[in-house]
């Protein structure tokens, strides 16, 4: 969801999260940490299948491996900013 490309897909997951779109610097951040988890899970489809085992949903096999666990980590790291915690 949230479009075709990185940049709009990022923004849809911050704007869900933070309720503002991805700053530019935020922006270069996922997108390298993004960039550099697809080579890895392309490089390694069993432990892409690994990180994608968790939860109660099954995964989506229409959803290619390697860019589906590179956008979960991207998820997970925007799930743990600072702005996205509640704190008490």
């Known amino acids: ?19 503002r779109p991805a700053d530019e610097l935020r922006k270069r951040v996922f997108r390298n ?3 550099s988890q697809l080579k890895e899970f392309s490089a390694d489809a069993t432990r892409a299948g690994e990180l994608l085992k968790f939860g109660e949903t099954k995964r989506d096999e229409s959803l290619n ?9 991207v998820a ?6 600072d702005e996205v915690i509640t704190k008490e």
């Open 1 to 19: 969801k949230g479009g075709a490309d990185f940049e709009s897909q990022l923004d849809y997951a911050f704007m869900l999260t933070t309720a």
């Open 33 to 35: 940490l993004y960039d």
């Open 65 to 73: 491996l390697a860019r589906h666990a590179a956008w979960t980590t």
């Open 76 to 81: 997970s790291a925007i799930f743990n900013l």
